[in-house]
C-alpha cells in the first residue's frame, strides 16, 4: 500500500535534551572533563549583587565563546544562530527550548562595560587550558592556532606567555568583531 508522510514536522516530541544528545558527542566529554564553575568566582567582582537586572549567567557567556573558537564559527551571531537549532549546543549551554537564545550582541556588551582591559580571559583560557590537560584531553606539549605551530617549552614561563599571547590575539579578534558589529548598526 502507497503511504505519504504529512507533516512529521509537526511531530510533538517528548524528550530531554539529555536524550537527544548522542552519548559519545564530543561536548559531552568536554562537559565531563572541563568544570566550568571557576568562572563564577573569577567574573563575580564585575557584576553588581545588589542591584540592576538579571544578567545572562557568566558560564553561558563564555561558554559560547568556547562554542565559537572549537567549533570554527567565524562571528558571535553565527554561533548564535546554531544555538537556535543545535541540541548539543543548548544541551551543553543548559538552555533548554523552552528559553530564547541570548542575543548575539550580549556577549559584545558584556565585554564592553564588564571585562575590558582586565585579564578575566586569559585567567578564564589558561584555566580551561590546564584542566584539559589534567584530564589528557590535549597534551600541552604543542598548541595549535590559526594554523599557527608553537612548541611548548618545558620552561613554565615561556608557555604561559606564549597562552597569553594567544589569548590576547584572540581578544584582539573579539574586539574587532565587536567593532565591526557596532559599525553595521
Not at 15 to 36: A, G, M, Q, Y
Amino acid at each position: 500500500m502507497f503511504y505519504k508522510e504529512t507533516h512529521p514536522n509537526d511531530e510533538i516530541i517528548l524528550n530531554t535534551l539529555s536524550e537527544l544528545v548522542p552519548k559519545d558527542h564530543l561536548l559531552r566529554k568536554i562537559d565531563k572533563s572541563i568544570d566550568f564553575n571557576f568562572i563564577y568566582e573569577i567574573t563575580s567582582p564585575y557584576y553588581s549583587h545588589t542591584n540592576g537586572r538579571n544578567s545572562l549567567d557568566p558560564v553561558v557567556l563564555f561558554k559560547l565563546v568556547f562554542l565559537k573558537d572549537i567549533y570554527g564559527i567565524k562571528s558571535m551571531r553565527e554561533t548564535i544562530k546554531r544555538v537556535e537549532t543545535d541540541v548539543a549546543f543548548r544541551w551543553f549551554l543548559n538552555l533548554p527550548f523552552s528559553k530564547p537564545t541570548p542575543h548575539y550582541s550580549t556577549f559584545s556588551q558584556n565585554y564592553i562595560r564588564r571585562f575590558q582591559g582586565t585579564s578575566v580571559f586569559e585567567d578564564i583560557f589558561n584555566t580551561i587550558v590546564h584542566q584539559a590537560i589534567s584530564h589528557h584531553l590535549i597534551s600541552g606539549t604543542a598548541l595549535f592556532t590559526d594554523s599557527t605551530h608553537i612548541k611548548a617549552n618545558t620552561n613554565k614561563n615561556k608557555f604561559r606567555n606564549a597562552v597569553i599571547e594567544v589569548v590576547q590575539e584572540r581578544k584582539r579578534d573579539l574586539e574587532n568583531e565587536i567593532n565591526a558589529e557596532r559599525e553595521a548598526i
